[in-house]
């Protein structure tokens, strides 16, 4: 009977062997980086930390190629075992009925491979008890602790006002990003985009751009802006709305794919002009998401807000640089309160709103 | 009063779900569609108010060819044509009666739509037909915490908004349970006896269908291989319609 299948379908099984060879460059690749990753490990950071103890770990490029080397001989070695992750990834290994996953060999290489790399990340963290409890340090602490819970109230007046530029340059680059990711939302929608080429291509285009200035932090946006239009509110502002466009776009964008075509396909029947359709198939179905994800937005924007400040982008973060800069530490423990009930206040109501809103 | 001629429906995946359907519907009958799932029912229905194009063949509406018209006269033609859905599909979020007055939109401006500026005619005929339903009372309620024979009977009161001549229904008792499914279809009895509208019908049980119906058709694989009255259907029509081994449910 098989044969019989076989005989009958000559492509298909020629594919099935192309796809297992692909599967097995796959997994030999994988097990090439982990070999090579776990000897570079041990020997570049393990190894000298404990028995040359090199506080920082020097590389220089050829260490790299060594333990490429040695990975790829391990690997040669081991592929043909149970012991390679790669194959278990790939699904390489027929199951055993006796033995369980975790019990299999390449599950404790994996395990091997974690406690490989938590060491690594103890040693490269520099984590050292001793000076988390020095006795310097413990005084230090203690000292500006209790600044900290001291906190000086004469420069409330500022402290809020700062707080207000805050909340309001929060507030505006949320609502100017609103109308922007509003008309983009549509143009970033799989469902309303794939009826040709052309507009899969535009798709294609604003979610990449979408996706690339999403990914730049508002930190770096803030030091870019505050270079162009100068340190201050507006330089903070600009970049919350940049970063505000980008996110608000995919999370309406995703919305609208969301909607379901049964109020659109029931307008339409009614006789409705494409107008009408839109106001009474599509708008109610997006129109509370919406207003909930932009709530949501000023919410993150705010605490973004504090955090842009610090790089020079206005509001309280700003005011709180200065103060740590001159080392005032009840000052900063006036503003870290103010920062906190603010954070607090904002999260409590934007999540009452939405939930309102539901 | 509708004349469909040879229809055929090919989807742009290659499904051909028409192959040359031809049907007459007279004024006032209670016409219903069988079929097994697949056998394009759907596609009939959605052809006739134009929600899918036709590929090939022809459907008047009236005496006028309404086979491949656009803009005003196809939204004339929809809203001559109410059309009720398995899933209601009725506007999430809104008021019983603003998605019975929804069915009005093909008589109101499109800015007094969106302003919800409809006529105190329209509110006033929105009222009768939620109470024509059994739904008096339930005006001001959000429409999608209804249950479903009740949602199902706001979607029949939309499409009466539209003054139909014909009320086409697409499975609309197939999410339903079996009591609920007796009470729709007697609303749409009622509609098409005391208000005259003709009633084109899918359906899947076929003990619905000797109680409701006044003329049957049935498609099988995108061809009509069916037409007479509902009590005509027998066993050796049964097993033809819907393969050797089926077994007839019944819906009491």
């Known amino acids: 009977m098989t044969t019989l299948v076989q005989d009958a379908l000559p492509g298909e099984n020629k594919g099935a062997g192309y796809k297992k060879l692909k599967k097995t460059v796959r997994a030999f690749g994988i097990d090439l980086f982990i070999w090579s990753y776990m000897i570079l490990a041990s020997w570049k950071i393990i190894y000298e930390k404990i028995f040359i103890g090199d506080r920082y770990a020097t590389f220089t490029w050829n260490q790299p190629l060594i333990a490429l080397g040695l990975g790829a001989l391990v690997t040669l070695v081991l592929?043909?075992?149970?012991?390679?992750?790669?194959?278990?990834?790939?699904?390489?290994?027929?199951?055993?009925?006796?033995?369980?996953?975790?019990?299999?060999?390449?599950?404790?290489?994996?395990?091997?491979?974690?406690?490989?790399?938590?060491?690594?990340?103890?040693?490269?963290?520099?984590?050292?008890?001793?000076?988390?409890?020095?006795?310097?340090?413990?005084?230090?602490?203690?000292?500006?602790?209790?600044?900290?819970?001291?906190?000086?109230?004469?420069?409330?007046?500022?402290?809020l006002f700062a707080a207000i530029e805050t909340i309001y340059m929060a507030f505006i680059a949320t609502m100017l990003a609103l109308p922007m990711a509003f008309v983009i939302a549509f143009f970033a929608a799989r469902n309303l985009m794939n009826g040709s080429k052309l507009t899969m291509a535009i798709y294609s285009i604003v979610r990449f751009f979408l996706n690339v200035s999403r990914s730049i932090e508002p930190l770096v946006w803030a030091i870019i802006f505050s270079v162009w239009v100068g340190i201050g509110p507006f330089a903070g502002m600009l970049a919350l709305w940049l970063h505000s466009v980008s996110s608000l776009s995919k999370l309406y964008s995703e919305q609208i794919e969301n909607i379901s075509n049964g109020p659109i396909e029931a307008m339409t029947a009614t006789g409705a002009h494409p107008i009408q359709v839109i106001w009474f198939g599509v708008v109610p179905q997006i129109v509370l998401p919406y207003l909930s994800f932009t709530i949501y937005r000023w919410d993150i924007n705010v605490r973004m807000a504090t955090v842009i400040g610090l790089v020079g982008g206005g509001g309280i973060g700003t005011m709180l640089m200065q103060y740590q800069g001159l080392a005032k530490w009840n000052e900063v423990g006036l503003l870290v309160i103010i920062i906190a009930a603010i954070v607090w206040i904002m999260d409590y109501l934007s999540s009452k709103i939405r939930e309102a809103i539901k | 009063m509708l004349n469909v001629k040879d229809l055929h429906k090919k989807y742009p995946n290659g499904t051909h779900?028409?192959?040359?359907?031809?049907?007459?519907?007279?004024?006032?009958?209670?016409?219903?569609?069988?079929?097994?799932?697949?056998?394009?029912?759907?596609?009939?229905?959605?052809?006739?108010?134009?929600?899918?194009?036709?590929?090939?063949?022809?459907?008047?509406?009236?005496?006028?060819?309404?086979?491949?018209?656009?803009?005003?006269?196809?939204?004339?033609?929809?809203?001559?044509?109410?059309?009720?859905?398995?899933?209601?599909?009725?506007?999430?979020?809104?008021?019983?009666?603003?998605?019975?007055?929804?069915?009005?939109?093909?008589?109101t401006g499109i800015l007094k739509s969106i302003f919800g500026l409809f006529t105190e005619e329209d509110k006033e005929k929105a009222k009768r037909f939620i109470k024509i339903v059994g739904l008096e009372g339930k005006e001001n309620q959000r429409a999608d915490n209804l249950s479903g024979g009740q949602q199902q009977r706001v979607a029949i009161a939309r499409a009466l908004m539209q003054n139909p001549k014909v009320l086409l229904a697409d499975e609309p008792v197939a999410s339903l349970d079996p009591a609920t499914s007796h009470s729709v279809m007697q609303y749409l009895k009622k509609v098409n006896e005391e208000l005259g509208v003709t009633v084109i019908c899918n359906l899947h049980?076929?003990?619905?269908?000797?109680?409701?119906?006044?003329?049957?058709?049935?498609?099988?694989?995108?061809?009509?291989?069916?037409e007479g009255q509902p009590l005509e259907i027998d066993e050796n029509w049964f097993k033809t319609i819907y393969g050797e081994e089926a077994v007839e449910v019944t819906i009491d």
């Open chain 2, 17 to 107: 779900a028409l192959k040359g359907v031809s049907f007459d519907v007279t004024p006032g009958e209670f016409l219903v569609v069988i079929g097994l799932s697949g056998s394009g029912k759907s596609t009939l229905l959605r052809c006739i108010n134009r929600l899918h194009e036709p590929s090939h063949g022809s459907i008047s509406f009236e005496g006028n060819d309404v086979t491949h018209i656009s803009g005003q006269p196809l939204r004339t033609l929809r809203s001559n044509v109410g059309m009720i859905f398995q899933h209601f599909n009725l506007i999430p979020r809104k008021t019983v009666m603003t998605n019975v007055l929804s069915g009005s939109l093909s008589r």
């Open chain 1, 79 to 159: 592929f043909f075992t149970r012991v390679s992750i790669g194959k278990a990834v790939s699904g390489l290994y027929e199951s055993r009925p006796e033995r369980t996953v975790l019990s299999e060999p390449y599950t404790i290489l994996g395990y091997v491979l974690l406690i490989v790399t938590f060491v690594s990340g103890i040693f490269i963290s520099q984590v050292s008890i001793t000076e988390f409890l020095s006795a310097s340090g413990l005084h230090g602490a203690r000292r500006i602790f209790t600044a900290l819970f001291n906190p000086n109230f004469a420069i409330i007046e500022q402290a």
């Open chain 2, 205 to 226: 049980f076929l003990s619905l269908v000797r109680q409701y119906a006044s003329r049957v058709i049935a498609l099988k694989g995108g061809k009509l291989i069916y």
